[in-house]
């Protein structure tokens, strides 16, 4: 029996199948674009060729994500919350808390026994998620890729004081202009996501262990980051991106 | 086009106080209103709707005068007993939001400075105002109770109808104690001896005993509603606590509030006698619900969402009486008993102490606090009332949002956070 899970992002569109041993048999990360049902559909498809499977071989399927209501041949829809958490508690049985950070959303899980007993999520504003840091990659002209190694040799940081995305936007080409260096610009940005998020995991309230989801754990910056502002050491799956889409296969599978 | 969207669109396409005036003196007319009540789904719905529309065309008469703005906590016996027609601005605003034209009093108040801070209840009816979308007062009475916006944004109205010397602020006190019965017991007979001196009327104890008497049956009636509703397994789809505040505030002290109150008890009697002979036990019991603070007014899903998904509001805290029965002989002392029992003015103890109770009583799965947006009264103790319920087993959802501008805030991510928080309850 396969199970199948889509996380339908703002910016991207997660697959994953999984088979009746827990054993993932194929993902697919895919730019969701401006069609969420025709993304959703295409990244399944994508992900049943690359598993060999037959869709008639899915025995049901859980859609979450902010597309998630918008998935025809979906069996159900669960939240993001419900689904990162039980993707999070599949690859870490004991933890407590889940960060994670996606294209235009961030949220805090706080679990108790493997389920979820409140969460944080962010306010309609961009700041502190993925996009805000493509957005500041373009305006400084470097690629997302390199934030790392700047943050990882770059001793010193600017603060940057804006937390709307388009004032940080232009806080940042004003500090361009008066010829601040790009390397501690980053590494300020690092840390104003940071601050960001250490300030929604106080409300919701720190214990350990912790782990964090999202395609914004693939920035090891921002990890390290978070790791000395929340003084924990973080856990981050593999593939932290398909976190939620693996939560929603295995809670596709509770469906029986 | 049904007849609710014919008024909508109408209202919206004339904006202006003379037609607002005639269409409401032709909904007021009793063969529509009984026509069109016939549409309701219960007879309290169809009251509630009845009475809001005559109270509205009353204010909106100038053979009604004296025309009175107060604010949400004044007591209304007060008004009745002096003969004044009220008119709520802050409720007016809720309905600007379900007339769709929020959007355009919100745009008028950002036009005339008043601050995008500002809560939308103030901001819209400000620039309602401004729109000559209101009556023209010829009082004002507000307090500083609970809500600091009220007193300052309804001063600016007294400023622009010329009516400062009519405008009354009830200084209510922190704390609740004698030698505060007795400050705001003189300073409420103070106002009852001016306006009787302004509108000739001999101020004489007599005129409280009718606002009183009803005042007291309504109370008796509400505190009905919330007992039957403590063991109340399920609710008519239609029924929303949280859409009675005109009644349980601006109308206590009519045969209205009274008539509808005893409506509400019979259709949810009626109701639960039949949800027991139907299907008591066949069902899967629905998750209770808590409400504290308001609700958007304006179209959203939220009460759809937590309908389909098996979730019940059981009680909102906005119905709990708090005050003691009013006494017409000493009319001053009582209504400032009333004003100071409010739970929701002075320290957040007192409203820790309600929500508690109500949780506890109405036997709450969870509580939904809606998250205002420029409510400092309710948002300021979100923290210590989301952690006071969570020491009882109770857990809250602080679900950020605007009651009147549906601009301030994502139907998408207020989904995402209810059926969020339901997935907890059902986990």
């Not at chain 1, 039980?86 to 049985?93: D, E, H, N, Q, T």
């Not at chain 2, 004339?14 to 005639?22: F, V």
């Not at chain 2, 509603?225 to 008519?236: E, Q, T």
């Not at chain 2, 308001?294 to 005050?323: A, T």
Request: glycine share 8%; charged share 25%.
């Amino acid at each position: 029996m396969y199970t199948c899970g889509i996380d339908v992002g703002s910016v991207s569109t997660e697959v994953v199948i999984l088979d009746n041993k827990n054993k993932i048999v194929s993902y697919v990360i895919a730019l969701t674009g401006s069609n969420s049902k025709n993304a959703a559909k295409a990244a399944f498809e994508s992900s049943l060729k690359k598993a060999g499977l037959k869709e008639s071989e899915i025995k049901s399927i859980v859609a979450t994500g902010y597309g998630r209501i918008n998935i025809p041949f979906a069996n159900k829809n669960i939240t993001e919350i419900s689904c990162h958490a039980r993707g999070a508690i599949s690859l870490f049985p004991d933890l407590k808390t889940v960060i994670d950070i996606g294209g235009q959303d961030s949220k805090v899980i706080k679990l108790e026994g493997g389920n979820p007993i409140d969460f944080l999520m962010n306010d309609k504003c961009a700041a502190g998620t993925g996009r805000f840091l493509e957005v500041m990659a373009k305006a400084l002209e470097i690629n997302l890729e390199d934030f790392t190694p700047i943050f990882n040799r770059t001793s010193d940081k600017v603060d940057i004081t804006s937390t709307c995305t388009v004032f940080a936007e232009s806080e940042i080409v004003s500090l361009i202009g008066h010829g601040v260096d790009k390397n501690k610009i980053i590494k300020g940005l690092i840390y104003s996501i940071a601050d960001r998020i250490t300030t929604m995991v106080e409300r919701v309230g720190l214990e350990e262990p912790v782990c964090m989801t999202g395609g914004v754990a693939k920035n090891m910056g921002v990890v390290r980051a978070l790791e000395e502002k929340l003084g924990v050491k973080l856990n981050i799956p593999d593939e932290p991106q398909i976190t939620g889409a693996l939560g929603a296969a295995y809670l596709a599978r509770d469906l029986h | 086009m049904g007849i609710k969207n014919r008024l909508k669109t109408g209202i919206q396409k004339n904006l202006n106080l003379r037609y607002i005036k005639r269409l409401l003196g032709i909904i007021a007319l009793k063969p529509v209103l009984y026509a069109y009540g016939k549409t309701f789904p219960s007879a309290s719905d169809k009251y509630l709707n009845i009475f809001t529309i005559e109270s509205l065309k009353k204010a909106y008469s100038d053979n009604n005068r004296p025309i009175g703005y107060g604010s949400l906590f004044i007591p209304y016996e007060l008004f009745y007993a002096l003969g004044i027609t009220p008119f709520l601005p802050e409720v007016m605003a809720g309905f600007t939001a379900g007339l769709g034209l929020a959007p355009q009093t919100l745009k008028e108040a950002s036009s005339h400075w008043y601050s995008q801070d500002l809560c939308t209840f103030h901001r819209s009816a400000s620039g309602a105002a401004e729109l000559d979308l209101f009556p023209r007062p010829d009082y004002i009475i507000t307090s500083n109770l609970a809500c600091d916006a009220a007193q300052k944004s309804f001063y600016i109205h007294s400023v622009k109808h010329n009516i400062e010397k009519n405008y009354y602020l009830i200084d209510v006190p922190y704390r609740y104690s004698e030698g505060s019965i007795r400050y705001l017991t003189a300073q409420i007979k103070n106002i009852c001896t001016d306006i009787c001196s302004k509108t000739g009327k001999k101020l004489d104890i007599s005129m409280f005993e009718e606002a009183f008497g009803l005042s007291n049956e309504l109370r008796k009636w509400a505190i009905e509603v919330g007992s039957l509703r403590k063991n109340l397994v399920d609710y008519p789809p239609s029924f929303n606590g949280l859409n009675f505040i005109l009644p349980f505030h601006g109308l206590a002290g009519t045969r209205e509030a009274v008539i509808l109150y005893k409506e509400i008890y019979r259709d949810l009697k009626k109701y639960s006698d039949k949800q027991h002979k139907e299907s008591l036990g066949k069902k899967k019991p629905a998750k209770r619900i808590l409400w504290l603070h308001l609700k958007p007014y304006y179209r959203n899903e939220i009460f759809d969402i937590l309908y389909r998904e098996n979730c019940r509001v059981v009680f909102e805290e906005i119905n709990h009486v708090y005050w003691p029965e009013l006494d017409y002989k000493k009319p001053f002392e009582s209504l400032a008993r009333k004003m100071l029992s409010n739970f929701l003015g002075g320290s957040i103890d007192k409203r820790i102490d309600v929500t508690l109770k109500a949780a506890h009583d109405y036997k709450a799965d969870g509580a939904i606090l809606f998250s205002h947006w420029g409510c400092r009264q309710s948002n300021g103790g979100a923290r210590i009332i989301k952690d006071n319920l969570k020491k009882i087993n109770v857990p809250t959802l602080v679900l950020d949002g605007d009651c009147v501008d549906q601009n301030n805030s994502s139907q998408g991510q207020v989904k995402t956070r209810l059926q969020g928080f339901i997935e907890i309850l059902n986990s």
